[in-house]
Structures are given as structure tokens and as C-alpha cells.
């Protein structure tokens, strides 16, 4: 199938972007029987279906020779659950009904609502806005939907997450019973059928999302990496690809300041999108990634709907997302329209169960790898480079003049050496991961040996205290963790006794809590509480318990820490002894 059945204008736009045929989506709604019904859209992010709708109500919005009529109020509205994804919308539209006069309205929140009510006044035919501002405006009288035709709920199943129902219910309640109403939601839960049920009428039902949920131009790989290593592991990822544009997915907005930063202190041209950023700020960040000053985009979830960048071919879960539906919307952001793109979930070993489900749960298949380590990275550098050099280059007379001077006082090996240091001190420095383990072997009885997921081989550790102090595995976990420079994921079994306390911690970052130690204890190796900690005396075994008294053993691992009292505690205050 083809766009020839198209107005002129609208084909003529098409072939100005590059369109030669329908994606399955756009195909599916220019079909004869679609024509002026209602319909109920399911398809992937990426798939070209804000063109799809575009094109949809195109019979609906223009006259006979393919233009825009003129109108005192609104012929089209699209609702979106984002500011972002509202902003990509209008712009999607805009080159489209451009030839055929189209006056296009933005209304979302954080831009000027006084503005946008005069664009209102001045009689666009099409208004693009979020759920909120829309309200508001029809409320203060500023928007007119008596004319309305068609009406497009963009992302609905979010919208109605997100808290919009009564603000949807509102609009369009508000609007004429002839118009079409065409809705597009990912998935149908209940309240999108009941939504659908209330506004639509013989509404066709249009999918083109396969059984495989998860995008086919899109690669997955999961790096498992101890928790206090993420961030090196992110280095480390971003330096392997050298993507011209890639994406970065943390939970919070705070946790977007702090890679945002980190990143930049390394050397990367980053921006960041989160909560706390105004809509202009937004914009500017944008346009940086799209004019290439920047490559790396530190952003929440606000950016995982409605952000198209052409060059994004690299999408990264910092931290993981909530669930199976969040995970293909920020990873949607690549691999769109048939690009290929890559996503990587950067999995803290304790972690990697909750990840399985979560990928099976989106039908995923995604390749489990090891983080790229610093000799990885120099490798694929010298073959980026040597594949650069290698292109043929058209040489202006200027260069070649360069050039004669450089050979004329330094040998080709010393010119070729100084070129490979100059590109390397371009590029930010990989940073040095620990080394997995390998798994333990059975021990001497024939059983295998019991570890959480990333302990597979550990080292014993002790302290000074045990029962008789009071010792608590409540304060003594963020004990160790503060004087270790660890987190609590990464402490083992702890088992307490009578006078003293061990503690497993994995092998692969053993040397570095052990040097933490001295650098956080004084001269005898204790701390201002007396509390010394120490490797045991045989690190790589169980400590042996005393003869009547079993100890207390815990057993590590998430959500919470299980205990088994085996002895009578004493009395007292809880907390470190004091000298």
C-alpha cells in the first residue's frame, strides 16, 4: 500500500520527509473500512502513529481541494499525557498539515497560558495539549469545542494512570456527539474499555502489536554489577558504544543531578531532564542533543514518553523500572520507525531474579553480559579509530600544506602516534570494574554451599564485639557499611557469638573494604568506639563456634534480613561499647 490516496498536500508532505510507504499502523487506519469510525488503536512506541492519527482524520478536517477550512474554533484535539510527548505531537503535525494551512495550538502546562489563549482566540484548527491545561482553559471559557470533529486520546492507558480521568471525562463531555473519537493505548485495561465504552460507537478495533511484546529493532542486554559499582559500569557502557545519542533512566530527580554531574566531571557532553526542570529548560536540553552539542541524556521516566531523537540508538536503566510497561516505553525511545537500537539494564546482582520476571513478564529475551571492563573499551577505540582513519577523505590544500610540514619534521610513525594520543585524550577515561568471582565448589561434605546471588566466594571478617556487648545486627550493618565504604547489599551472612561478630563480604571487593578499614580506623585499628574490625584469622572458612554456645547467624539477603536468636540476651543499651 502507498499514500496515493491521499490529498495532494498531505503526499507532498510525506515525500518532503522522506516517506515512500505506510508503516503497518498508518496502513491500517487509511483502510476503507476505518473511514470516519471511531477507532481503537493498540501499537508500539515508534511506530509511526501520531502520522497514523495525522492521517486518520484527515477526511474529516479538510475541504474539497485539500485545505484547511477556515474555522472560528478547534476542528481536532489531541489530548497527551506528557508535555513532552504534546510538544512532539504539534511538531509531527505541524510539518504535516503544513501545505494545507493548518494553524496548529499547543496547550500544556509550565508554558504561558496567557499566550496559548490568544493562539486559541486567533482560531487554530488543531489544539495539541495535556490533560490538565486543556481543562483549565475550557473552564475559563478560552477553549470552543462546539465545532470539534475529531477528538485523539493519545497514550490513554497513561493518561488514566497518571490520575487524568476526570479531566478527560470533562473534555469531552464538552465536545459535539457527531465527532469521531479515535483512541490509542498501548494496552486495553478495564477502565480504557470503559472509557471507550462511554465515548465511542462501533469503534474499530486496530493492532499492530505482535505477540512478541518487545520491540524487534531494539536489542536488550542485562549487565549484572555490584551496587556500589553502577556508576563506574555506566562509564564504562557509554564509553564501549560511543552512541551518537544515548539515553539514561534513574528513578528520581535527585539521582538525575548526581549522575547528571558525575558524567560531566568525567568529560561527557550530558544534559538532564527530570521533574524539576522547566519546560524551557527541557527544550534547550533537546535541542542540544539534536544539534549534537550533547550526547548523553540523564533523565526519569517524565522522558520515556514522547521524546523522538533520530540519533538515540542507545537507551540505559540506571535504575530499573517499575515494571514491564515502563521498561519498553523508555527503551521505545531507540530502535523506532525500523532504526536498530540498543537497551541495557544495569542489574545489581541481589537484584537479578526481580529482573528475570520482569522480562519475562514483557516477553523480553534479553542477553546477560558482563560490563564492559578498561581493556575492553581500549580495544574497540583502536578499532573506531583505525576504521575512521581508513574512510576516504576529500583533502583542501590547506591540510595538505599541514601535512607536508609535519612529515617534513617528524617521522609517519611519530605523526600516527600523536594522532592516536590526541583522539584518545579526547575521549572521557574508562574506569576499572571488579572482577566477578567464580562459583564456590562444593564443600568437604559433598553439599553445595548456600550464598545469595553475587556471593559465590567470600572472606570472613570479624569484630570485637558480640553478645555480651549488645551487639545488634541493626546498627552493626550500617557500622560496617559506613567504615567499609560499602553498601548493605553488599554484606553477607552475619553471625554473631558471645565476644565477637564475623560477617561475610565478597571476594571481588574484599581488598578494598579491608583497605577502608585501616584509612577509617585509628591507630590500633579500632574506631572513637573501641570497635575494631578485622579479616579473620582464616577468611576463606566459616569461623568455628565455641562449644555450647551455637551463635546467632544471619542470613542476608532481600527484602529484609532473617535472624535466629540462639542464646539469652542481656539487658542494655543497644549500640557500640564506648571506652
Not at 486518520?56 to 489531541?78: F, K
Request: contains cysteine; proline residues 8%.
Amino acid at each position: 500500500m502507498s499514500f496515493s490516496s491521499l490529498p495532494p498536500l498531505l503526499g507532498e508532505a510525506l515525500a518532503a520527509r522522506g516517506y515512500a510507504n505506510p508503516t503497518p499502523v498508518q496502513a491500517a487506519v487509511l483502510q476503507a473500512e476505518a473511514q470516519g469510525r471511531d477507532l481503537i488503536v493498540s501499537a508500539q512506541t515508534g511506530s509511526g502513529k501520531t502520522v497514523a492519527f495525522g492521517l486518520a482524520m484527515a477526511g474529516e478536517l479538510l475541504d474539497g481541494p485539500g485545505r484547511m477550512p477556515p474555522s472560528a474554533s478547534p476542528l481536532a484535539l489531541i489530548i497527551a499525557p506528557t508535555r513532552e510527548l504534546a510538544l512532539q505531537v504539534s511538531l509531527e503535525l505541524r510539518w504535516l498539515y503544513e501545505k494545507a494551512g493548518a494553524w496548529i495550538a499547543t496547550c500544556v502546562g509550565g508554558m504561558d497560558a496567557s499566550r496559548e489563549r490568544r493562539n486559541l482566540a486567533g482560531g487554530a484548527h488543531i489544539v495539541v495539549g495535556t490533560p490538565g491545561r486543556l481543562r483549565d482553559h475550557l473552564e475559563r471559557g478560552a477553549l470552543d469545542l462546539s465545532q470539534l470533529k475529531v477528538a485523539v486520546l493519545d497514550e490513554a492507558d497513561e493518561m488514566l494512570d497518571m490520575g487524568f480521568r476526570e479531566d478527560l471525562e470533562e473534555i469531552l463531555d464538552a465536545t459535539p456527539d457527531g465527532r469521531r473519537t479515535l483512541l490509542f493505548s498501548a494496552t486495553m485495561p478495564r477502565p480504557i474499555v470503559a472509557l471507550a465504552k462511554r465515548y465511542q460507537r462501533d469503534a474499530l478495533r486496530i493492532s499492530t502489536v505482535g505477540e512478541d511484546r518487545g520491540h524487534g529493532d531494539i536489542s536488550y542486554q542485562a549487565v549484572t554489577v555490584s551496587p556500589a559499582e553502577i556508576e563506574h559500569a555506566v562509564v564504562n557502557l557509554l564509553r564501549f558504544h560511543e552512541a551518537e545519542t544515548a539515553m539514561l533512566f534513574c528513578a528520581t530527580r535527585d539521582n538525575v543531578r548526581h549522575l547528571h554531574a558525575i558524567l560531566v566531571e568525567r568529560g561527557f557532553a550530558a544534559v538532564a531532564i527530570s521533574g524539576e526542570h522547566s519546560q524551557n529548560e527541557r527544550n534547550h536540553a533537546l535541542q542540544a542533543l539534536r544539534d549534537r552539542r550533547a550526547r548523553v541524556c540523564v533523565a526519569t521516566d517524565v522522558a520515556a514518553r514522547g521524546i523522538d531523537l533520530p540519533s538515540l540508538s542507545l537507551v540505559i536503566h540506571v535504575e530499573l523500572p517499575r515494571d514491564a510497561e515502563v521498561l519498553q516505553h523508555r527503551s521505545g525511545r531507540t530502535g523506532r520507525a525500523g532504526r536498530k537500537g540498543t537497551a541495557i539494564l544495569i542489574v545489581p546482582y541481589p537484584r537479578r531474579r526481580r529482573v528475570e520476571s520482569v522480562l519475562r513478564g514483557a516477553r523480553i529475551n534479553a542477553e546477560w553480559i558482563d560490563p564492559p571492563s578498561a581493556e575492553d573499551i581500549v580495544k574497540r577505540d583502536n578499532e573506531r579509530l583505525l576504521e575512521t582513519l581508513m574512510q576516504p577523505i576529500e583533502v583542501s590544500e590547506d591540510d595538505r600544506i599541514i601535512a607536508e610540514r609535519l612529515m617534513a619534521q617528524r617521522s609517519p610513525q611519530e605523526i600516527a602516534a600523536a594522532l592516536v594520543r590526541a583522539h584518545r585524550g579526547s575521549l572521557p577515561e574508562p574506569e576499572e570494574l571488579l572482577a566477578r568471582g567464580q562459583p564456590t565448589p562444593p564443600r568437604a561434605d559433598g553439599k553445595p554451599a548456600h550464598h545469595r546471588e553475587g556471593f559465590d566466594e567470600t572472606v570472613w571478617f570479624r569484630m570485637n564485639i558480640g553478645r555480651r556487648h549488645n551487639a545488634d545486627p541493626r546498627w552493626l550493618l550500617p557500622l560496617i557499611c559506613r567504615r567499609g565504604h560499602i553498601t548493605k547489599n553488599e554484606v553477607g551472612a552475619i553471625r554473631i557469638t558471645a565476644n565477637e561478630t564475623f560477617f561475610q563480604i565478597p571476594l571481588p571487593i574484599a581488598d578494598r573494604f579491608a583497605d577502608a578499614l585501616v584509612r577509617t580506623g585509628g591507630k590500633d585499628g579500632e574506631d572513637e568506639n573501641g570497635v575494631r574490625i578485622e579479616p579473620s584469622p582464616d577468611g576463606n572458612r566459616p569461623p568455628p563456634t565455641a562449644r555450647g554456645d551455637s551463635g546467632a547467624q544471619i542470613r542476608r539477603g532481600p527484602p529484609r534480613a532473617q535472624i535466629k536468636p540462639t542464646g539469652p540476651r542481656k539487658p542494655g543499651r543497644k549500640g557500640p561499647p564506648r571506652r
